[in-house]
């Protein structure tokens, strides 16, 4: 175990590193979802995150994992291609940062998670960290439904929001999984068990890779590997206390890219609701910090 960096302002540079070469994974994957659907974009980066993390594998030279531990790879795999085709899908209809600040939930969903799977007590500062989160929320969805919108944005939030949840469920498989397993087995397996999850759906859904997106598709599985190797690096070396606030640097990445790559507007709505439902989260990860160690877009 890596002992803590005696100048916590480099993992935490590290960590900023690494929360904004997800986002630009995100709004690579937001392009490919758009093009290609959200199902055959996550399914080909995947395959290709599993090349990339498999000829890594072998050359650190990682040992096989225990069966008790593969079953938790797969079943956490299962479950994170459920969460990854909901986020994904929901970004060809909204904007990058209206779905990153919603997707902020999640950690205070956990805490109500933690409470039914592992009989945890619901404190104060969980109930006032979910009444913040909600509010939030509601501002967004209220912003989004009171100007112009479709059908297709509302189901856009229901799809974060979904994903969200699944990713609270998400939150506690990761930390058993990271008690078990090292960063390099985790992102091999979970790259594969998640391509072979999805093609169950393939004969119905799956269509052939574009040529003109196979480098974009390769970019997207590097950065997400490329981040998950930062962050995992940067969480080894300082308290997660010092650098949960790095997380919500997401949304300005979503926020910049977004209007950079597709040019969206970033409304006051959606600005004061993701102000809330980070406080929320906040107040959650000072409550439990652990959950809130890890977001959405690190696990996609």
């Excluded at 096989?64 to 593969?70: D, K, N, Q, T």
């Excluded at 930062?230 to 300082?238: C, D, E, G, T």
């Amino acid at each position: 175990m890596a002992e803590l960096h005696p100048r916590p302002f480099i993992p935490f540079l590290i960590a900023c590193a690494g929360i904004g070469t997800f986002s630009l994974m995100d709004a690579a994957m937001k392009d490919l979802s758009i093009a290609m659907g959200a199902y055959n974009a996550v399914i080909w980066r995947n395959m290709l995150g599993s090349l990339l993390m498999g000829v890594l594998f072998v050359v650190s030279r990682q040992p096989w994992p225990e069966a008790g531990v593969l079953k938790l790879h797969l079943w956490r795999s299962v479950v994170v291609s459920v969460m990854a085709v909901s986020f994904f899908w929901s970004l060809t209809v909204l904007p990058l940062a209206e779905a990153i600040g919603l997707s902020f939930i999640a950690p205070v969903i956990a805490l109500y998670l933690a409470a039914v799977m592992l009989g945890e007590v619901i404190g104060k500062a969980a109930i006032v960290a979910s009444v913040s989160g909600l509010l939030g929320v509601a501002i967004i969805i209220a912003g989004r439904v009171s100007g112009g919108y479709t059908t297709d944005h509302l189901w856009g939030a229901a799809a974060v929001l979904f994903s969200a949840v699944v990713f609270a469920y998400n939150l506690i498989l990761a930390r058993r999984q990271a008690q078990v397993a090292k960063p390099i087995e985790i992102a091999f397996f979970q790259n594969l068990f998640v391509a072979v999850t999805l093609s169950f759906a393939a004969p119905w859904l799956l269509v052939a890779m574009p040529v003109d997106k196979a480098p974009m598709l390769a970019g997207a599985a590097a950065l997400a590997i490329m981040s998950l190797l930062l962050l995992s690096w940067a969480y080894a070396r300082a308290e997660a206390q010092i650098l949960i606030p790095v997380e919500y640097t997401a949304f300005v990445w979503a926020a910049a890219f977004g209007w950079l790559f597709f040019s969206e507007p970033v409304t006051l709505p959606v600005l004061l609701g993701t102000l809330l439902i980070v406080t929320g989260s906040l107040i959650a990860a000072r409550a439990k910090p652990a959950p809130a160690a890890i977001t959405p877009a690190e696990t996609v």
